[in-house]
C-alpha cells in the first residue's frame, strides 16, 4: 500500500509539473498572441481616426478656397451664381461625399443651392428654397467669429421639416462671407458632407476580421455593422452604446461586448465636430474567438486542444514511468533475493557437513515427505493459500539451528548445559533466517517448533494457540517422521505404533485439533509410505 501510494504521489507530482510549465506556457503564448490583435486593432483604429481627421482638413480646405473666392462674394451682391454653379457642379462631380452645396443670406434664406440626385449635381429653382434660419447650425454659423470655419454636429440632415430620406448623417462646413470694405456679413458658403458614405468607406478599408463602430456624443451609433441600430436618438430605436460594454483588462487591452477592440477618442481641440465621440474597432465574434474573445486563464485552458493533449501524455508518462520503475524494482528485488538464495545455499551446504558429522542422517526422502505432509496438514486446517505454501517451501528448515551448533551428547551433559545448548541453537537457526528475510512462517518454523502444546517445550515455553500454527504443524509431522524413520541403532517402529504414540502425546506436546485432522490423513499417508518402502 505504501508503494502505490508514492507511486500515486510520483505520478501526480509529474503530472503538476508537466501540467504546470505547459499551462503557462500556453497562457503566455496566447497572451502574446493576443497582444499582437490588440495592438493590430488599436493600429487600425488610429489609422481610421487619422483619416477621418485629414479627410475633414480637406474639406475644411476645400471650403475655405471657394469662400476666398471672388465671384462667391460678387455672387451675393448680384445674385448672378452662373460662374458659381459651373464651379460648385465641378467639386461635386468630383468629390461624391459633397451632397450639398449653398449659399445662405445674413438672414439664413437659401440663396443658391444644388443638390446631388441620381449622382449629378441639380440646382434646385427658387420655389424650392428653404429658410434655415432656425436650424441650430445657422444660428452657431452666424454667431462664430467671422475668421472661423464652422462645423456643425454630425446628425440626420432635415429637409422642408422632415428627416431626409434615405437617412444619412451629414457634417455642415460653413463659412461667413464678409465684405472685405466694411467688414459686414453677406451670408455664408456651406457644403453639406454625406458622413455614412465616408464612414462607409473607412470600414470597407478595414480587414475582413474587424468591425468598425462610431459612436457620438449622445452615445447613439453613427455607425453600427446593422444600419438598423443607427442615429436612435433621432430615430424610434432604443440601440444606444453603453460604458458597460466595455472591459479593460491587463495589458492595456479593451473587451466590446466580450470581444477584442481598440478605441480611439475623436476629441479635437480645434474642430468640435467629433466633440464625445468613439471610434470603436472590434473583432467580429467568429474570428478566432479562442483569442478575441475575453475569456478567463482557466477557460484558455480547457479550450485548448493542446493542453487536452499534454494531459493525456503526461499522465501516460508518469503511469510509464511507474510501471518502468516497478518492472526495474522488481528485477533487482529478484536478483537480491536470488543472490540471498544463492548464499543461504552455500550456507546449508556448509552447514549440511556439520550436520552429516553429528551423526544424523536424514534422507533427501525425509525432507520431501516433511514437507508433502506438513502442506496436506495445512490445507487440511484450510490455511491461507500464501500459508500453505509458505510451510510446504519452509518446512526443511525445522532443525536448521541444529546445523549451526550441534549439540553435545555424552552422558555427562547436565539438564542446564542441554537447555543452554539448545536456547543457542533456536538463537543460532533464527538468527541465520533473518539475514535473509524469508518471512515469518519461516522464522515461526525455526524459532517455535520446538514448543509443546502443555508449555513444557523450548525455547520460550510457549503453550496452546501461543505457538504458531505453522510451528505446531511442522512440530506433528517431524516428530511422526522422526518416528517412522531409522535412527542410529534404533528398531523401526510401525505405521500403526508411530500413529499410536502421536495420538497419545495428544493435549501434551501436540495440539487436539492437529491431531485429529492429522488423523483424517492416515489412508493417505499410510499409502505414501508403503509406496517409498516397496
Known amino acids: 500500500m505504501s508503494r502505490l501510494f508514492y507511486y500515486l504521489l510520483f505520478c501526480l507530482g509529474l503530472i503538476l509539473v508537466v501540467m504546470g510549465f505547459t499551462s ?65 457642379t465641378k467639386l461635386m462631380l468630383s468629390d461624391s461625399n459633397v451632397v450639398q452645396s449653398r449659399l445662405l443670406d445674413s438672414e439664413g434664406l437659401e440663396l443658391f443651392k444644388l443638390v446631388s440626385r441620381g449622382g449629378r449635381p441639380i440646382r434646385l429653382n427658387s420655389i424650392e428654397l428653404q429658410n434655415k434660419a432656425h436650424r441650430y447650425y445657422v444660428s ?19 429637409d422642408y421639416g422632415v428627416l431626409e430620406l434615405p437617412h444619412r448623417p451629414v457634417l455642415r462646413i460653413a463659412k461667413q462671407i464678409v465684405d472685405p470694405k466694411t467688414q459686414q456679413m453677406l451670408g455664408a458658403l456651406m457644403f453639406n458632407y454625406d458622413m455614412r458614405q465616408e464612414l462607409e468607406n473607412l470600414a470597407a478599408s478595414l480587414p475582413e476580421e474587424l468591425r468598425l463602430f462610431v459612436v457620438d456624443a449622445k452615445q447613439q451609433y453613427l455607425f453600427h455593422p446593422n444600419s438598423a441600430r443607427r442615429y436612435c436618438a433621432e ?6 452604446f453603453d460604458e458597460s460594454q466595455l472591459h479593460h483588462q491587463a495589458h492595456q487591452r479593451l ?11 475623436l476629441d479635437s481641440a480645434a474642430l468640435s465636430v467629433h466633440s464625445g465621440s468613439h471610434l470603436l474597432v472590434a473583432y467580429k465574434q467568429d474570428y478566432l474567438p479562442y483569442l478575441t474573445q475575453h475569456l478567463s486563464p482557466s477557460k484558455v485552458l480547457v479550450e485548448s ?18 510501471v518502468l520503475h516497478a518492472r526495474i ?33 536424514w534422507s533427501h526422502e525425509h525432507f520431501k515427505r516433511l514437507a508433502y505432509f506438513s502442506r496436506l496438514l495445512a490445507e487440511h486446517m484450510e490455511l491461507d493459500e500464501q500459508v500453505v505454501e509458505d510451510i510446504y517451501q519452509f518446512a526443511f528448515l525445522h532443525d536448521i539451528g541444529n546445523f549451526c551448533s550441534i549439540p553435545s551428547k555424552t552422558e555427562e551433559s547436565n539438564v ?25 512462517v519461516a522464522k515461526n518454523i525455526v524459532v517455535a517448533q520446538h514448543e509443546r502444546w502443555d508449555g513444557e517445550g523450548y ?46 502425546q495428544s493435549g501434551k506436546a501436540f495440539d487436539p485439533n492437529l491431531v485429529q485432522a492429522f488423523n483424517a490423513l492416515e489412508p493417505e499417508l499410510r499409502r505414501a509410505y508403503s509406496q517409498s518402502t516397496s
Open 235 to 240: 430615430l424610434p430605436c432604443d440601440s444606444y
Open 329 to 361: 524494482s522488481r528485477k533487482l528485488y529478484l536478483q537480491r533475493q536470488q543472490h540471498k538464495t544463492h548464499k543461504l545455499l552455500e550456507s546449508l551446504s556448509q552447514l549440511m557437513d556439520n550436520f552429516h558429522q553429528s551423526g544424523q542422517n
Open 140 to 158: 452657431e454659423l452666424f454667431a462664430a467669429p467671422p475668421s472661423q470655419t464652422y462645423f456643425s454636429q454630425v446628425d440626420l440632415n432635415v
Open 255 to 265: 473587451y466590446f461586448n466580450q470581444h477584442l477592440a481598440a478605441l480611439i477618442n
Open 24 to 88: 503557462l506556457g500556453l497562457i503566455t503564448y496566447r497572451n502574446q498572441q493576443v497582444n499582437d490583435l490588440s495592438s493590430n486593432a488599436a493600429q487600425q483604429a488610429a489609422s481610421l481616426a487619422a483619416t477621418l481627421a485629414v479627410n475633414e482638413q480637406e474639406d475644411q480646405r476645400k471650403l475655405e478656397y471657394f469662400a476666398g473666392l471672388s465671384m462667391v462674394r460678387q455672387g451675393l451682391e448680384s445674385g448672378d451664381y452662373t460662374e458659381l454653379e459651373e464651379l460648385l
Open 305 to 322: 486542444k493542446l493542453w487536452w493533449l499534454m494531459l493525456v501524455l503526461s499522465v501516460l508518462l508518469s503511469s510509464s514511468v511507474c
Open 459 to 504: 525455547p520460550k515455553r510457549l503453550a496452546g494457540n501461543a505457538i504458531p500454527i505453522e510451528a505446531r504443524i511442522v512440530s506433528l509431522v517431524h516428530h511422526f517422521e522422526s518416528l517412522m524413520a531409522q535412527q542410529f541403532d534404533s528398531p523401526q517402529l510401525s505405521f500403526d505404533t508411530c500413529y499410536a504414540i502421536i495420538n497419545e
Open 416 to 440: 542446564a548445559e542441554q537447555q543452554l545448548t539448545e536456547q543457542r541453537t533456536m538463537t543460532n537457526g533464527y538468527q541465520l533466517l533473518r539475514n535473509f528475510k524469508l518471512g515469518s
